[in-house]
């Protein structure tokens, strides 16, 4: 009864509520303060990409874990529940343990290869591994399209967020939040996006915290009084699955928790570390933090659902607008204040990773694909973040797709296309370029047509089945079956200094 006592019984209209104007007026304040600073210490394409390798491990865990993190866990997530129920949590139950999955498959080697050899990108480690131009460029192509993508996950999040706090049009909220991530990132590159993320870490999970705390305890009902109300009222929403299809449900676990290991926003900053050995401890940090910020997921959704069956909260006018009700309708303004300011965190973090990773592959990846060098590395690449955002932009305003399964084809798409090549080529001699290239391509194809036949009603999956747990699937048999039919060229396709990386 003490936090439903201190609750708002009416939402916020927008400029009348100076703390939450404020926070994030403040906010905004901050990270381009970093991001000035960022861009006076930007003099070259390396700092731009890879912020001289010099990031200790606190930094480097905090800023893969806010990257990871975004509209896609702070709105999206909230509203998918919501509108699906308990089978929403199959995205996020790894959580906990698939950065340090990561770490243990890919950090070290991917630590070690950028000591001997000059690669920037995981599509560089790509096309290093199997002495592929080919594997190389596709792989970058991949990453452009999944970025733009997952970019617009988060612009279109950003749009919903500043819609409830500042009164604006979704559309204006989109660029608002676009632009301002977009000043700060053009110029200071990675280096602005690992220190923002510091201060957007440890917003995002104060944030999570405090708001499961509010969700569990609506009007003194606790996490019982909820269930109690959403099994009178809508006894599917408990189900394990929800109203998803359960093959629905295992596809995301299957593609969630293994797709962490294409993800390029994160495998990326393992470039970084100025200490690889340092890289023991990553696991348990980033799965502290990841679990403490995924809270917030499941319990703003629940309180929602909870809220409107029993008559206390209006029904979200779109599922995305979840998070923005019950903060306006069920915190105090100053939690309401830090929340605000803790989502626009999450969604600039992994926006500033995104545009990052997706410049590379634009002014870095593709060229070199093609044998073409770039005049000016550093320059080129602040223009590819412009453009990339953009594209991002104009994606989120035009759409019309939910944030979340935006979130999901983006996700997918980089792990049908990344996670064999990469995940499995780094850990297997075996892997050659045929197979690498048949992997990146079926997962390329295949994303895109199916999710554009979707789209279009050109396809329909049967009951359960999603295009992101299809492609990954095949991906990965094509993988192994093209390996091991030309397993002879395995020796030819692996360099000696690669061998050591995979042997070590």
Do not use: C
């Amino acid at each position: 009864m003490i936090l439903a006592g201190l609750g708002q019984t009416v939402p916020l209209p927008g400029f009348a509520e100076p703390w939450v104007l404020g926070a994030m007026l403040l906010y905004f304040a901050a990270v381009l303060a970093i991001g000035a600073w960022a861009t006076r210490m930007t003099r070259d394409a390396r700092d731009f990409y890879l912020a001289g390798k010099g990031i200790g491990l606190v930094a480097l865990s905090v800023s893969a874990v806010a990257a990871t993190l975004s509209g896609f866990t702070f709105i999206g997530g909230p509203g998918l529940l919501y509108q699906v129920g308990l089978g929403a949590l199959f995205i996020i139950l790894p959580a906990g343990i698939t950065n340090a999955v990561g770490a243990w498959v890919l950090a070290k080697r991917l630590r070690v290869l950028a000591e001997v050899r000059d690669v920037m990108t995981l599509p560089d480690a790509i096309g290093a591994r199997y002495r592929s131009p080919v594997a190389h460029g596709l792989a970058g192509v991949s990453v452009l399209l999944a970025v733009v993508g997952y970019m617009a996950t988060n612009v279109l999040a950003m749009g919903w967020v500043l819609e409830a706090v500042l009164g604006t049009s979704l559309t204006l909220g989109i660029w608002i939040g676009a632009g301002v991530t977009l000043v700060y990132a053009a110029g200071g590159g990675i280096r602005a996006g690992i220190y923002t993320d510091v201060l957007q870490g440890a917003v995002m999970a104060a944030a999570s915290v405090l708001v499961f705390l509010f969700a569990m305890d609506p009007l003194g009902r606790g996490l019982g009084g909820l269930s109690e109300a959403i099994l009178a009222g809508d006894p599917g929403f408990l189900r394990p699955w929800g109203h998803l299809d359960p093959l629905a449900a295992v596809s995301f676990l299957f593609v969630f928790s293994m797709g962490v290991l294409g993800q390029p926003h994160v495998l990326h900053k393992f470039y970084m570390l100025r200490d690889p050995g340092a890289f023991k401890w990553y696991p348990l940090l980033s799965a502290l933090a990841l679990s403490l910020t995924v809270l917030l997921f499941f319990g703003v959704g629940m309180a929602v659902k909870g809220g409107v069956l029993l008559g206390e909260l209006p029904a979200p006018t779109h599922p995305d607008r979840t998070t923005p009700l019950f903060l306006l309708e069920r915190t105090p303004v100053l939690l309401a204040a830090l929340v605000f300011a803790g989502v626009v965190a999450a969604i600039m973090s992994t926006l500033n990773s995104f545009m990052n990773v997706g410049a590379a592959a634009m002014a870095h990846d593709i060229p070199t694909a093609f044998g073409v060098k770039v005049a000016d590395p550093l320059r080129s690449g602040r223009l590819a973040t412009v453009a990339i955002t953009l594209l991002a932009a104009m994606a989120a305003q035009f759409s019309g797709t939910l944030v979340a399964f935006l979130g999901i084809f983006g996700w997918g798409l980089f792990a049908s296309t990344l996670v064999p090549a990469l995940a499995v080529g780094m850990n297997w001699s075996g892997a050659t370029r045929a197979g690498a290239v048949a992997s990146i391509s079926t997962g390329l194809v295949g994303t895109v047509g199916l999710e554009v036949g979707a789209r279009l009603g050109w396809v329909a999956l049967p009951a359960g089945v999603t295009v992101s747990g299809v492609t990954l699937v095949a991906s990965f048999l094509v993988f192994f079956v093209v390996s091991l039919v030309t397993r002879d060229q395995a020796p030819h396709d692996l360099d000696p200094d690669i061998r050591v990386i995979l042997e070590g």
